[in-house]
């Protein structure tokens, strides 16, 4: 436990410094030069946090690691709980069916997808490729420590799941807001994607909640574009309950065939999507003044630097050294799926609705 007695003070040392070092993000973030680059707090955030990972972690004491680790997860939640203050109904309303078409597609097309290239064409046990197909299609680490206990696998299998995550995720933060700026935003025709489509696109695409906060927050958290991202990452995120519980029936269903006894199915519920919503439907209501839902919205920034610069922290390279050359084709494959089929599915599915 983080804040057990003996662990305390260095959790509570991890996360001051998290603290500090998200404050100094948002000062860079401020300079002209970088808000001329478009680059948000959590982008910064993230990057010198992946440079203290790979350079000055050793030089800093162990015990803090529980600290950063409690901001990557802990806060992060936290933060996407409060994200719903810059969110109404009717936001939800406008993303609508377009959004949850984007994200059932996208959940059902990369988890077969990713199953079928692990175990069928890199040579991967179910195990791992289903983990690694859960991570990229629903909600990154959270959805393979959920998928874990219906699977019944093994540590090590979800922690090759989880890197595959990062890596890709890390890509993402950077590789789409360059896609978006130098190609989507000016392109004509087909190319072309609005800042509301970018949003669905991000969201419907992107591994990680935080992944995608950064992704689509190229000119800040509360725009539309990012809005719409976090709306549809948080459909996917919803539709995590019932896949598990699909996953369950089908592997249970498959151990009968095969004379083993019946798994049981755990229901795994991210209460941080459903606060989510009840935090959005509050506001909807607009019962609190202008001004504190707009304090509300600058601490949630804060948090969201903090998480997305204790993510940047947790990201060493050494550990993705050693996992072989499968998991990452499978992820790898799911990856150009993702961004490329995920285009065609958001132009697709825009263009009906």
């Not at 970018?198 to 574009?225: C, D, L, R, S």
Request: glycine letters at 10%.
């Amino acid at each position: 436990m983080p804040f057990s007695p003996e662990k305390r003070k260095g959790t509570l040392s991890g996360i001051i410094f998290v603290a500090l070092v998200a404050a100094s993000a948002t000062w860079i973030a401020g300079l002209a030069p970088v808000k001329a680059l478009g680059l948000s707090p959590l982008v910064v955030g993230i990057v010198i946090g992946i440079f203290y990972a790979n350079t000055l972690h050793n030089r800093f004491p162990p015990a803090w690691e529980s600290g950063i680790t409690f901001s990557a997860k802990k806060i992060l939640r936290f933060a996407i709980v409060f994200y719903g203050f810059r969110i109404t109904f009717q936001q939800i309303t406008d993303v609508g069916v377009e959004g949850f078409l984007v994200s059932l597609i996208m959940l059902t097309s990369t988890f077969i997808l990713g199953s079928w290239l692990g175990m069928k064409r890199f040579g991967l046990d179910r195990d791992t490729s289903m983990l690694t197909a859960s991570g990229a299609s629903v909600c990154g680490a959270a959805a393979v420590l959920a998928t874990e206990p219906v699977l019944k696998a093994e540590e090590y299998k979800a922690a090759i799941a989880v890197s595959m995550v990062v890596l890709f995720g890390t890509i993402s933060m950077f590789l789409y807001p360059l896609f978006y700026t130098a190609l989507f935003q000016h392109a004509q025709g087909f190319l072309h994607l609005s800042p509301s489509q970018y949003g669905i696109y991000v969201g419907g695409t992107v591994h990680e909640v935080a992944q995608v906060v950064a992704a689509a927050g190229i000119n800040g958290p509360g725009t539309e574009m990012a809005n719409n991202a976090v709306i549809v990452k948080m459909t996917r995120v919803l539709l995590i309950a019932p896949m598990l519980i699909l996953l369950g029936l089908y592997l249970s269903r498959k151990s009968a065939k095969s004379g083993e006894k019946g798994a049981v199915v755990k229901l795994v519920i991210p209460w941080f999507a459903v606060y989510f919503l009840g935090m959005a439907a509050f506001n909807s209501l607009q019962l609190l003044p202008v001004a504190i839902v707009g304090w509300i919205n600058s601490v949630d920034t804060f948090l969201l630097t903090m998480a997305m610069t204790a993510l940047g922290m947790g990201t060493r390279f050494a550990k993705f050294k050693g996992l072989g050359l499968a998991p990452l084709y499978t992820a790898l494959g799911m990856y150009v799926w993702l961004v490329i089929g995920g285009f065609v599915v958001v132009k697709a599915v825009t263009a009906i609705f």
